[in-house]
């Protein structure tokens, strides 16, 4: 029998946006190549693991950076908030809990 947590599994990671692009093959070095679609994602292993652990109801808290409070910061922000797993970022003038959809 597996043991039981009392409380939610923690992810520390860095927190960052990346962009995917789909490309119908890997260009040669130093050539272009035709970008067919482009997305929007989460990097780092913390937040992806955080939010697949969210999606099976496991209780996950990421602890990780602050996002900027900019155009691109906003957008992440919105995306990030449909993963269900608690957030707590630490900047250098406060400590906050985004308890997200919860």
């Not at 035709?34 to 937040?47: H, L, W, Y």
Request: aromatic fraction near 4%.
């Amino acid at each position: 029998m597996a043991a039981r947590a009392d409380g939610p599994i923690v992810c520390v990671s860095y927190l960052a946006r990346a962009e995917l692009w789909s490309v119908p093959l890997f260009p040669a070095a130093n050539h272009g190549v035709e970008v067919r679609t482009t997305g929007q994602s989460i990097a780092a292993d913390g937040p992806m693991a955080a939010a697949v652990l969210a999606a099976l109801d496991v209780p996950t808290t990421l602890v990780a950076n602050d996002i900027g409070d900019d155009q691109e910061g906003r957008k992440y922000l919105a995306a990030a908030s449909q993963c269900r797993y608690d957030r707590h970022v630490r900047s250098r003038s406060r400590h906050a809990v985004d308890r997200g959809d919860r």
